[in-house]
């Protein structure tokens, strides 16, 4: 598998300021070269780590989850990740091999690993390697429900999980699904979603959960509301509820993005 690793830096004087960057009232698009050294931020209780903030609630936008890029140097890591008793994650490590505690058990990832952390989890990150770790953070207030229990944690791999072609595809079209699309206790999905060469989604979809898209590999032309955009490894897709989208990969190589979307609970009734 290949997954794509920002490295920060800073653009060179004489790079031209125009972009792909977009924020629109339905969707934005983050280049990947704006995950430079400059636009970098840092955490509280982390050390030696920095990371980029990709999404995070904003009213009248996307409402439902943040979403980093974390960057961890040797030796570095949290001892205290997380101040919100309320919040489940997602980590998805793309590069390194950083050591994950969960309730005093170990568990050694590396590109491809996958680790579900349901709203207060006892968990630890180290970087135990020699080069720098760097993962996928996505992060939501978990929606409790009378007599369902919040899920338990998992850790798993891409690798170990099998990617579902899509009905009528012929597998162009697949989805690699770490949770069971009926497990009601979740209230968020974090898939991969993967084109071969002339694979596409043949309708705008349009629906009430919000998305995040961080392309892993590959580029691709992808419509977000009335725009045809086109998208490359490392640049982000931030769309609001219910805003048109379509994709068309034209290849040459794979197009594979992690896909972040709400599911499973009633719609609130109050703004």
């Not at 997380?82 to 489940?88: I, K, T, V, Y």
């Not at 490894?233 to 994709?247: I, K, S, T, Y």
Request: hydrophobic share 40%; charged share 20%; with cysteine.
């Amino acid at each position: 598998m290949t997954y794509y690793v920002p490295r920060g830096g800073l653009p060179p004087q004489s790079a031209l300021t125009t972009d792909r960057a977009h924020f629109t009232e339905a969707y934005a698009v983050i280049p990947a070269r704006t995950l430079s050294d400059i636009t970098a931020s840092y955490l509280p209780h982390w050390e030696q780590t920095r990371l980029w903030v990709l999404a995070r609630p904003l009213s009248g936008f996307a409402e439902t989850f943040s979403q980093y890029v974390v960057e961890v140097a040797e030796g570095g890591g949290s001892d205290r990740p997380e101040d919100d008793s309320d919040a489940e994650a997602v980590l998805f490590v793309v590069g390194g091999s950083p050591t994950l505690t969960i309730d005093g058990e170990a568990h050694a990832l590396g590109p491809g690993s996958y680790a579900y952390l349901p709203p207060g989890a006892l968990w630890t990150l180290r970087n135990t390697g020699e080069t720098t770790a760097t993962f996928h953070w996505i992060r939501k207030s978990y929606r409790r429900v009378d007599g369902i229990e919040a899920p338990d944690a998992f850790v798993t791999r891409e690798q170990d999980v099998s990617a579902v072609p899509m009905p009528d595809t012929r597998g162009v079209w697949s989805t690699t699904r770490f949770v069971d699309a009926s497990d009601l206790r979740h209230d968020m999905h974090v898939n991969i979603v993967s084109f071969e060469p002339g694979g596409t989604i043949p309708f705008p979809e349009t629906h009430v959960m919000e998305h995040g898209l961080y392309v892993l590999e590959g580029k691709a032309m992808y419509l977000l509301n009335q725009d045809w955009v086109e998208v490359e490894a490392g640049d982000f897709m931030w769309l609001r509820a219910f805003c048109p989208q379509a994709c068309y990969a034209g290849g040459p190589g794979r197009f594979r993005y992690l896909l972040y979307k709400d599911v499973n609970r009633h719609v609130g009734l109050s703004i």
